[in-house]
């Protein structure tokens, strides 16, 4: 089922990606080489709990599967849903997707980036470029009359052309008053296909682009997607709505 909101309630949607959007921001502060994702971890949770919000992540659970954290910390080749480790540290040219979510007054908010650690090499910060575009390429795309399909045809296209691949396991989702809802909002896809896009949806865009071969696993922490290939992968998001006037990033300051 999908749950259109009311303005109210998109507005409630707002407030809590506000404080994951101020909750990034201290974040890509605090990156820098020698800081642990453990650290980073901390950070967010302590940031959220001081405004009042509840870090969504944290007791997670999928099956019997519960995630132990507030941040989701993947580096370099690590796609989504890494673990912050205080063995974890952050050096020189590495990156990091910092993947964040609170449940504010009833309502969620959802948002990810993907942070160079110092200086980068040239391929990597074109893979961040790349997958950020391909973020904001696709929010356009969010608008009453066009379809699922056109969201994620523009992510695939914008990441293909530029000689990346998209990851197929893991998909953007709706959000509101549940961190996942529907509809699936694919990072591939075929233009008019899918349902169509309806004033008062709220999705979590969430592009995930590979260097290398689209391929990921899941390693033996049951969290942990990683490339296939080894290759470095980057991780955009927003939350936003769908209004009369166009889409709505709600976690963007």
Same mark, same amino acid.
């Given at each position: 089922?999908?749950?259109?909101?009311?303005?109210?309630?998109?507005?409630?949607?707002?407030?809590? =990606? &506000?404080?994951?959007?101020?909750?990034?921001?201290? $974040?890509?502060? *605090?990156?820098?080489?020698?800081?642990?994702?453990?650290? $980073?971890?901390?950070?967010?949770?302590?940031?959220? %709990?001081?405004?009042?919000?509840?870090?969504?992540?944290?007791?997670?659970?999928?099956?019997?599967? +519960?995630?132990?954290?507030? &941040?989701?910390? @993947?580096?370099?080749?690590?796609?989504? /849903?890494?673990?912050?480790?205080?063995?974890?540290? $952050?050096?020189?040219?590495?990156?990091?997707? $910092?993947?964040?979510?609170? &449940?504010?007054? #009833?309502?969620?908010?959802?948002?990810?980036?993907?942070?160079? +650690?110092?200086?980068?090499?040239?391929?990597? %910060? %074109?893979?961040?470029?790349?997958?950020?575009? *391909?973020?904001?390429a696709a929010i356009q795309e969010?608008?009453?009359?066009?379809?699922? #399909?056109?969201?994620? *045809?523009?992510?695939?296209?914008?990441?293909?052309?530029?000689?990346?691949?998209?990851?197929?396991?893991?998909?953007?989702?709706?959000?509101?008053?549940?961190? /996942?809802?529907?509809?699936?909002?694919? =990072?591939? #896809? !075929? %233009?008019? @296909?899918? !349902?169509?896009?309806?004033?008062?949806?709220?999705? *979590?865009?969430?592009?995930?682009?590979?260097?290398?071969?689209?391929?990921?696993?899941?390693?033996?922490?049951?969290?942990?997607? +990683?490339?296939?290939?080894? @290759? &470095?992968?980057?991780?955009?998001?927003?939350?936003?709505?769908?209004?009369? =006037?166009?889409?709505?990033?709600?976690?963007?300051?």
């Open positions: 089922m999908i749950f259109l909101k009311s303005p109210e309630e998109v507005q409630a949607i707002r407030r809590a =990606n &506000l404080i994951v959007a101020e909750v990034h921001e201290a $974040l890509k502060e *605090a990156v820098e080489p020698g800081v642990t994702t453990a650290d $980073l971890n901390a950070m967010a949770e302590e940031c959220a %709990r001081r405004r009042g919000a509840t870090p969504a992540f944290k007791g997670y659970s999928v099956g019997q599967k +519960v995630f132990p954290a507030a &941040l989701c910390s @993947s580096v370099n080749n690590e796609v989504v /849903h890494g673990i912050p480790s205080a063995r974890r540290v $952050l050096k020189e040219g590495d990156i990091v997707s $910092l993947d964040f979510g609170v &449940l504010y007054q #009833g309502y969620y908010g959802d948002a990810a980036v993907t942070v160079p +650690v110092g200086e980068v090499t040239e391929p990597t %910060r %074109r893979l961040l470029e790349v997958t950020e575009e *391909a973020l904001y969010a608008r009453v009359g066009n379809r699922i #399909g056109d969201v994620a *045809a523009m992510i695939q296209t914008t990441a293909e052309r530029a000689g990346f691949s998209v990851v197929r396991e893991f998909v953007g989702h709706g959000v509101g008053r549940y961190l /996942h809802e529907e509809p699936q909002v694919p =990072n591939f #896809g !075929i %233009r008019s @296909s899918g !349902i169509p896009l309806q004033e008062g949806m709220v999705l *979590a865009i969430e592009p995930m682009v590979n260097a290398g071969g689209p391929d990921v696993y899941v390693t033996d922490d049951g969290w942990t997607a +990683v490339t296939a290939d080894g @290759s &470095l992968s980057a991780h955009f998001e927003h939350s936003i709505a769908i209004t009369k =006037n166009g889409p709505y990033i709600l976690s963007q300051l």
